[in-house]
């Protein structure tokens, strides 16, 4: 019950949207006169960290995230993540200043990182997957819940002890955070949260609110501003540059399709039965695949609970039906009905055109913040085959008896 809780979590977190935080501070305390860039460095080595310049030499604009902001000052670099959820402030402002250097004297209110990051302490598995994505997972020495954290490195180095697990990440052990010497937390920030004990550490948390971007290149975009806490930023502009061309081009399919079939998503989690709004993230993605979204017309970037009533009534006749679960074995069309008999009034059931996620499998959660050309293309080769015929399929499969 507590894993099908945690996960529901992690998926109303992923297609949704939650709320998030109290802001620090207003966008009008940004100080004049500089010049905003993104995220480039102009030496950089994915395999010696420690080898990297330390001048942040910023050439490439953030085109899609708008949930961060970074900024080349002389001496440091400034980057303030905006509050979501409180238009016109600040969540943080980050002041990155290489280790090797002295602080200046000029630097503005704000919370100073020493870059590239070292001795990290991650609690979510998303931020997990970035840092190994950019080779940084040396650099973690601490994780919470560890038993949700799926990157295969990672797994192994926590079974071997170089990663310690510090409990849940709502009171994680911090005694034992300090003895393995913590140096900074990733972490993602939710709505009048509170990070407890580790608050009074005074060590740097950067809290990432990567998964309140709507745009799926805009959340991808903010591999960009791990890659510069770790002095990846080649690596990190790599990735995001070779996602967002792949992503355009299957994008680029569908474009001139006639038929988009109708699509309806989820299933009930105890009484209700929660939809993206036609602005969140996974609407946008399904938009994107070519599909007619049937709760596209909702309101809002992060997900509406309805009755079984309520969906029924409007998806009755949906063409195709997406689940995403968390089961020890796959789902099928009798468990299924076994969960809700009533499952089986919708024409997607009887026509058996219903595809599982089964996230207990896959790398969903972790993939897909990062890489949505993987999603949109896996969704286009589902709801269009022809135009991928030969898609090898990592996240959905058709439903079995």
Known sequence: MIRNCFCLLLLLCLTLGCNVRHSSSSEEEKSAGTNTMSVNRSTDSFHSPDALNNVFSLTDSVRYAVGYQVTDHNGYTKVEVRDPWNEGKLLQRYLLVPRDKTLPEDLPKGTVVRVPLRNIVVYTSVHCAILDALGATGD?????????????????????????DLGEATSPNVERMIEIGTEVVLASPFDNGSYGPVEKLGIPIIECADYMETDPLGRAEWIKFIGLLTGRTLRAESLFHETEAKYLHVKALVQNVEYRPKLMTGKKFGSPWYVPSGESFMARVYKDAGADYLFSYM???????????????????????????????????????????????????????IYGCNTNHSLYYEEVPIRPDYLLAELIAIFHPGLIPDHEFRYFIPLKE
């Open 299 to 353: 309101p809002g970037t992060g997900g509406t609970p309805m009755s079984f009533e309520t969906v029924l009534d409007k998806a009755i006749h949906a063409d195709i039906w997406l689940i995403h679960y968390n089961w020890e074995e796959d789902m099928t069309y009798n468990t299924l009905k076994a969960d809700y008999s009533s499952y089986s009034r919708f024409d997607a059931f009887r026509n058996r055109r």
């Open 140 to 164: 973690i020495v601490g994780v919470c819940e560890s038993r949700y954290m799926k990157a295969p490195i990672v797994k192994e180095r926590i079974s071997k002890g170089l990663i310690t």
